[in-house]
């Protein structure tokens, strides 16, 4: 990330993310620089989208685009820009930043490849504390739970950010729609993969990662 010299207004959005994006593609994603196009990939939709500097660092670093891209972030020129372009970013499934939009697009995502009878992809969400405001996301909870969506898998990466908000009641939203959810730290490499990976049969699963965001 330090490679990344340009201007970043939302640094702290982009370190808070950096573990949960580690874990993930580290040791959970079944996707590679050459399988971004194999219809049985898991797929990693970036929601908090208007913080990408953590999400192109990890992408650099499993070699989905040249490290030597870094340097050029946020200038006119380069690919890297401060919300990422699916059209640009190879392995970017999303275009985002615009806050609200992820989660509802993952459960359409989740809802196609049932429909193609795609049952073994995964398809994973990472989104904000302060972005589950957007009543577009309650929408996107309450139908997730009922229908049943169990490749569906939802980070809430909880940095305090947001202004309607309450000590447990994000785990508590989810619970409520039929969600399985779990709170954890967000810088907990173990704690998070365990999260991850725990079963949750028939049901969406959601992990929200509290974290006090890192200086850049």
Do not use: C
Request: glycine share 12%; no cysteine; proline share 8%.
């Amino acid at each position: 990330m330090g490679l990344m010299t340009g201007d970043e207004k939302h640094g702290p959005a982009a370190t808070s993310t950096l573990d949960v994006l580690w874990v993930l593609y580290d040791q959970v994603l079944r996707v590679t620089p050459d399988r971004v196009d194999d219809p049985g990939r898991d797929r990693f939709l970036l929601s908090k989208g208007h913080g990408p500097m953590a999400y192109y660092a990890v992408l650099a670093a499993k070699g989905f685009l040249p490290a030597d891209w870094l340097p050029g972030f946020g200038s006119y020129d380069s690919p890297l820009g401060h919300h990422p372009d699916r059209t640009l970013i190879p392995g970017a499934e999303i275009g985002s930043g615009s806050l609200g939009h992820g989660l509802p697009i993952a459960v359409g995502t989740a809802l196609g490849l049932r429909a193609q009878g795609l049952d073994d992809p995964a398809v994973w969400v990472l989104t904000g504390d302060a972005e589950l405001d957007e009543g577009s996301n309650h929408e996107a909870i309450a139908f997730a739970g009922p229908a049943g969506l169990e490749r569906l898998h939802t980070v809430v990466v909880d940095n305090s950010s947001a202004s309607h908000a309450r000590p447990g009641g994000i785990v508590a939203r989810f619970e409520a729609a039929g969600w399985s959810a779990v709170t954890v730290d967000g810088r907990d490499h173990g704690a998070l993969y365990a999260a991850f990976t725990a079963p949750h049969p028939g049901r969406p699963h959601v992990v929200v990662a509290r974290v006090q965001p890192r200086q850049t």
